[in-house]
């Protein structure tokens, strides 16, 4: 009776030592074990990265319209930064450019900028991006003037909107800048001096301005330190006082940056007419330069503009930056 009784602790533990080993043998299941692996995560699709557009770029010129080698340098300079719109500081048309009627401006500027303008018969653009404002010798060369100037641009063009209600001078926006485009040539009917009907739109449109940056353009240089011309002193309104941020000129065949009244002057003369030298410079003068054609190339930014003057070789004669003041 006692070997029976042995006999069944022998099975019974005999028999629990066979449980425990099935239990851990490969390929069986514990339903009480528990996993700690998280499931694997499906990889996400990668974002691409939204492209910045590359700057705004503009050209201004000046004096140009002359017709031989010289204007074809500078215009070429100026195609080769492929500019949003253009703008030029006067004399868009000297007689030796030749042509008659409309002809004049196809000769002294459809023929070297055509990609920019509108309206005109040679232009190729669906707007126009070519702005000019008047000089004296798109009053003594381009005859019967104005008229012949004002058929031959569309200014500022359609699309823009124009507060002078006429296109001896004007005004239009693109992107941050208000660029307000005067006559300063004495035969303007609303006259010239700081108190003229000219002088009180522009006043009054610098005043209403919300762009980031009031930009004047005209002819006649308020300041200049060449020997030609110089100074022309009916042009010298309170610009500064009226919002202007900087004024741009042309007449003087020459470049010049002038710092006067709290604000910038340059003299961009040098657009293929016959270049000028310098007699003593003006108060402010901070840059002077003739010894070869040239233009300059505007960089737009939100909070400041890049002014660089290159000449026809490609060398950076000047560089100047315009922070927003608004």
Known sequence: MYLRGVARVVRTIIVAVLISSAMILPGCTNTRSTSTT?????PSAAVEPTPTPPPVVFAIIG???????HERAVADLVASWRPSYIVATGDDY???????????????????????????????????????????????????????????????????TNTSGNERYYDFVEGPIHFFMVNSNPDEPDNVDEYSKQAEWLKAQLAASTSRFNLVVEHHPPYS???????????????????????????AHAYERIQRGGIVYFVNGLGGASRYGFGSPV???????????????????????TLEFYDVSGTMVDSYRLKAKR
Request: glycine share 14%.
């Open 38 to 42: 998280s499931p694997t995560a499906t």
């Open 63 to 69: 004096d140009y319209g002359i017709n031989d080698e």
């Open 94 to 160: 000297y007689a030796p450019a030749g042509g008659k009627g409309a002809g004049k401006y196809e000769a002294s500027t459809g023929k070297y900028y055509d990609e920019w303008l509108a309206g005109s018969p040679s232009g190729k653009a669906s707007e126009n991006a070519f702005f000019p404002v008047m000089g004296n010798h798109d009053y003594s060369d381009a005859t019967p003037s104005p008229k012949t100037y004002l058929d031959y641009f569309d200014l500022p063009g359609e699309g823009f």
């Open 225 to 251: 330190s060449d020997e030609s011309h110089g100074s022309t002193d009916y042009m010298r309104w309170p610009f500064g006082d009226w919002g202007a941020d900087a004024v741009f000129s042309g007449h």
């Open 283 to 305: 108060k402010g003068s901070k840059k002077r330069f003739s010894s070869d054609w040239g233009a300059q190339k505007v960089t737009v930014a939100e909070d400041a503009l």
